[in-house]
């Protein structure tokens, strides 16, 4: 069965960073599209950054320049290295993939994505 975990949501003040992680189980991330979701309360779900398979990146223009996807093939992990956060960050991040052959595009809409983590939160507050 195809899962991915989340790690490394907390509680950080404004201005503060956090490093998120994903990890599949049962599949390779090299041969997969993949993408960071979030999920604030009373809102829908929003694409912030995604990394195809032939390593083109996207970022949502509300994290560009604060927000890093990083993809270590040798770990089969991927992370979203998240800084200056700002309370508008609070939210619930999922992690996404799919699989593609090798292409140079991605995308951050949600019905893009056929396997879906669970979400770990992510709360920015003094």
């Known amino acids: 069965q195809l899962q991915l975990v989340e790690s490394g949501g907390g509680l950080v003040q404004p201005g503060g960073s956090l490093r998120l992680a994903c990890s599949p189980s049962g599949f390779i991330f090299r041969t997969y599209r993949i993408a960071w979701f979030r999920q604030a309360p009373g809102k829908e779900r929003e694409g912030v950054s995604c990394m195809s398979t032939g390593g083109t990146i996207m970022y949502a223009d509300s994290v560009k320049g604060r927000f890093t996807i990083s993809r270590d093939d040798a770990k089969n992990t991927v992370y979203l290295q998240m800084n200056n956060l700002s309370p508008e960050d609070t939210a619930v991040y999922y992690c996404?993939?799919?699989?593609?052959?090798?292409?140079?595009?991605?995308?951050?809409?949600?019905?893009?994505?056929?396997?879906w983590g669970q979400g770990t939160q992510v709360t920015v507050s003094s």
């Open positions: 996404a993939a799919t699989p593609v052959a090798t292409e140079y595009v991605c995308s951050i809409a949600a019905t893009d994505y056929n396997y």
